[in-house]
């Protein structure tokens, strides 16, 4: 089965920084495209970075180009998203997402909260 492991969510002040894992088990993991979601309370999930199989290109949102870093290690079967001088417009659920074929698997999420 597909499994997918999001971790390393956490409570940060404005500036701060942390860094989220993705942990994958069931896939032949550096095969497949993967991404970064976020829902915010009171809106649509939306799409934040995405990565391809060797990690060799990414893409990120408007709102996080020049903050926040995807990246893979695909020995570990592993994603991360490194988050630096979050913002208070960052606090979210973040998720983890694959799609095989006409499948799409999600993990359960991390919460991200940014306070001062």
């Known amino acids: 089965q597909v499994q997918l492991a999001e971790s390393g969510g956490g409570s940060v002040q404005p500036g701060g920084s942390l860094r989220l894992s993705c942990a994958a088990s069931?896939?032949?993991?550096?095969?497949?495209?993967m991404s970064w979601y976020r829902q915010a309370p009171g809106k649509e999930r939306e799409l934040v970075a995405a990565i391809t199989s060797a990690g060799g290109s990414t893409d990120y949102a408007d709102s996080v180009k020049g903050r926040f870093t995807i990246s893979r290690d695909n020995a570990k079967n592993t994603m991360y998203l490194q988050m630096n001088n979050l913002k208070p417009e960052d606090t979210a659920v973040y998720y983890c997402?694959?799609?095989?074929?006409?499948?799409?698997?999600w993990g359960q999420g991390t919460q991200v909260t940014v306070s001062s």
């Open positions: 997402k694959v799609k095989i074929g006409i499948f799409t698997s």
């Open positions: 069931g896939i032949t993991f550096s095969t497949y495209a």
